[in-house]
Every structure is written in structure tokens, then in C-alpha cells.
């Protein structure tokens, strides 16, 4: 496990492009706080154009990103210009050559040349990972190919691994992580594999993703984790965990979060009032009403001083001042500051 210090440029994606915005409209920054996309297109608000939220917020990994003009959607390329013109009522990401977006109330999924390549047809419809994309139909979820094919059909209440997909008000939801995905059937979760067959039966009253080799579960009303053959590798007995990250997960002891180990011994004891899971070897905390980073030893490497903080992400975290969102490196100081 690298500490901080080691992380070096080649573990870092060095082309992310971050979303930052001026006055109501959006443009791109790199990691050095340059702007790359020029701040020109409208933002109407954070409920239709989820650039500015505090876990979601992701920028340029692949292919245009969405944009909003007047009521319709398009594609931006790394130019600022127009690759896919305003036609969509929502939009997602591309991953995986692939965006889904809805036209005439149902979610299909277009290439980056704006081609359709899987026909509009489904009610809610997640981001394409590993070339499958969860799709909703008749109020139940299954799993598409990137053809359009059913890999899995529509059989589940809800899965697990909320993904940001789409721009709207609606989470992307269901994707494999570690080869499972985690499935409800009437008011039981269990864990499934890639055909949609249930490798961990329904039994939970809650499930978390697969990280690390472990996935949390509820079980009379306890938290604990799962391994891969469904057994219990930490015992079912905190009221809220998070996943796995640096082999570190957040756990909740009362009102407090903490971090136990992969046995569910606590390496950090519950002192915080809310806790995100390790990316980067940081993780986000908060204490006094304030949020900071910590490393993995527990030690503050940035005071909490923000009014809300996001994971970082190739070497930059998303954190709000007042109602004013800006981006700092790891050391704590700011590449773009809120009053940029």
C-alpha cells in the first residue's frame, strides 16, 4: 500500500478535466488548476446539471461530457464546441464508447459520434461498465450488453453500486464490482454474478458493493461483511459501515464513525460525526461541523475548515466554502479556489 508521499504522476490520471463554475455557467480546469474548456455554457441548476456535488463530481474521463442549452441536451468536447448538437431530455456519461440518454421519455444509448446503438426503450438506465449498463424496465432492473442484448433480463427490485450516470435527479444505479452486484428481491438483498444468477442468496436486509474482497450487509439491524463465498469475514455489529479503500472501511458505533481494519478491529476509534471511504490514501471527515482529510494512520492532513468534501480523485478533491465550490490538492491547498 503506498503511503501519501509515494504517490507518484503515473498513478494519477493526468488528462481528468474537473468541472468549475462561474456565475451559472461550466467550464473545465486540469489538474494544475489551468482551464482547458472555456466557462460558457449555462447551468440551470444542480438538480439538472450535477456538476457540483460533493461525491458525484467527476469530469472528462472519456468522450464529450453533457451540457444543458436552453431545454435540451447535447455533448461538449474538449474544446468547448458543440461534438453532439442539443436533442436529449436527460444525458449521461460515456464509459465504455457509450452514453445513455432518453428521448421521448425513454433511456436508450448513443456512441460519441451521437449514433443510437441501443434504441430508446427503457425506464431508468445506468452507465456502461465492464459493457454492460443496468437498465429499468417494468419497475424491475436488469443488465444490458453494449449491443443492446439482454445479458440479464429484467428480474430485480433494485441493485446495488449507485454510479453518477445520469445529469438529472436520478443516481445511476447497478454495476459489477469484483465480479458481483449486489441484487433485492421483495425486501431481501443478495449478491449476484455476471449471468444474473444469485452466488450469495437473498437474505440481507441491506447490502453495500463488493471492495477490497468484502461487501457490508445488514442483518437484524447490524452491519458487518461478506466475503465472496458469502461468509461473514466481519461479524454483523456496527449501525453503518462504508466500503473498503487502502484496507481501511468507515464504521458507525452510535453516533460516531470510525475505521476498522479487514478483521473489524478499529484502526481510527469512532470520533467523527460522518466519514467517507479511502480514495488516494485520504479520506474525508467530519468534526465540528466541519470537514477535513485524514490519512490512513488517522493523523489530519487537512484540518476540517470546509462546509462540505468530496474523495479525491487523480490527486484533486472537490470541497465547498459557504455556497462556493473549488478544488484543492493534497496537501490542502487550493488549485482552483472558490473565488476563482
Not at 477535513?292 to 470541497?319: C, H, K, M, W
Request: net charge negative; hydrophobic share 40%; with cysteine.
Amino acid at each position: 500500500m503506498l503511503a501519501q508521499s509515494e504517490i507518484t504522476p503515473r498513478d494519477l490520471d493526468l488528462s481528468m478535466l474537473y468541472p468549475v463554475v462561474q456565475n451559472g455557467r461550466v467550464g473545465y480546469i486540469n489538474r494544475l488548476g489551468e482551464l482547458v474548456v472555456p466557462i460558457q455554457f449555462s447551468m440551470a441548476s444542480e438538480t439538472n446539471f450535477r456538476v457540483l456535488s460533493a461525491v458525484t463530481l467527476r469530469g472528462f474521463r472519456e468522450g464529450p461530457v453533457p451540457v444543458k442549452i436552453a431545454d435540451r441536451w447535447g455533448y461538449m468536447d474538449l474544446t468547448g464546441g458543440l461534438a453532439i448538437t442539443e436533442q436529449f431530455e436527460e444525458a449521461g456519461i460515456f464509459q465504455g464508447g457509450l452514453a445513455a440518454v432518453k428521448i421521448s421519455g425513454k433511456w436508450g444509448a448513443i456512441d460519441t459520434a451521437g449514433n443510437i446503438i441501443v434504441n430508446p426503450q427503457f425506464d431508468e438506465m445506468g452507465a456502461f461498465s465492464d459493457s454492460l449498463a443496468a437498465v429499468k424496465k417494468n419497475d424491475k432492473w436488469g443488465f444490458i450488453t453494449a449491443s443492446g442484448d439482454y445479458m440479464v433480463r429484467p428480474q430485480f427490485d433494485e441493485l446495488t453500486g449507485s454510479k453518477w450516470t445520469e445529469i438529472s435527479s436520478h443516481p445511476g444505479h447497478g454495476h459489477f464490482s469484483e465480479g458481483f452486484c449486489g441484487a433485492k428481491v421483495g425486501d431481501k438483498w443478495g449478491f449476484i454474478d455476471r449471468t444474473g444468477r444469485f452466488m450469495v442468496i437473498p437474505k440481507y436486509d441491506g447490502a453495500h458493493s463488493f471492495y477490497q474482497g468484502l461487501a457490508g450487509v445488514k442483518l437484524n439491524g447490524r452491519w458487518g461483511f461478506l466475503d465472496p463465498a458469502g461468509n461473514f469475514a466481519i461479524n454483523p455489529q456496527f449501525d453503518d459501515v462504508g466500503g473498503f479503500g487502502c484496507d481501511l472501511a468507515p464504521a458507525k458505533s452510535g453516533d460516531l464513525w470510525g475505521y476498522i481494519d479487514q478483521t473489524g478491529a478499529w484502526a481510527a476509534n469512532p470520533q467523527f460525526e460522518d466519514a467517507w471511504s479511502f480514495f488516494e490514501q485520504t479520506a474525508a471527515v467530519k468534526s465540528g461541523e466541519k470537514w477535513g482529510y485524514i490519512d490512513t494512520v488517522g493523523r489530519y492532513i487537512v484540518n476540517p475548515q470546509f462546509d462540505e468534501a468530496g474523495d479525491f480523485d487523480s490527486g484533486l478533491a472537490p470541497v465547498r466554502t459557504g455556497q462556493e465550490w473549488g478544488y484543492i490538492n493534497p496537501q490542502g491547498r487550493y488549485i482552483w479556489s472558490p473565488a476563482s
